[in-house]
């Protein structure tokens, strides 16, 4: 696999939770990189990127809750996720894009690579 996430769980309400994406191919720096959820019975949906340049962007439904952020050192992406709510129960995944530049409304089909997901539930 070349994206391999980590850090899941089971927590309560209004705790904390950092998910990390290592990269096991290619170099964390060159591409953009996001973290999307998947709910059951939902549509995916995108959470946050970060560009190969540091630029990051969020979901209205995660700011100023979840920080995206890469190790370029050790080819990580991490997800910090604080006071987590009962809907942000999903599967969680990291994924590459094939350019640097991420989208202002980035897509499924901007992004080539995805990881094998981590379950992260939040109880009441």
């Known amino acids: 696999a070349q994206l391999v996430e980590s850090g899941g769980g089971s927590v309560q309400a209004g705790e904390s939770l950092r998910l990390s994406c290592v990269r096991q191919?290619?170099?964390?720096?060159?591409?953009?990189m996001g973290w999307w959820r998947e709910a059951e019975g939902k549509e995916r949906e995108s959470l946050a990127t970060i560009d190969a340049y540091g630029t990051t962007s969020y979901a209205d439904s995660v700011k100023d809750r979840f920080t995206i952020s890469k190790d370029n050192a050790k080819n990580t992406l991490y997800l910090q996720m604080n006071s987590l709510k009962p809907e942000d129960t999903s599967k969680y995944y990291c994924?590459?894009?094939?350019?640097?530049?991420?989208?202002?409304?980035?897509?499924?089909?901007?992004?080539?690579?995805w990881g094998q997901g981590t379950q992260v539930t939040v109880s009441s």
């Open positions: 191919v290619f170099p964390t720096s060159d591409y953009c």
């Open positions: 994924a590459r894009a094939v350019i640097g530049r991420c989208a202002n409304s980035p897509t499924e089909a901007d992004f080539r690579y």
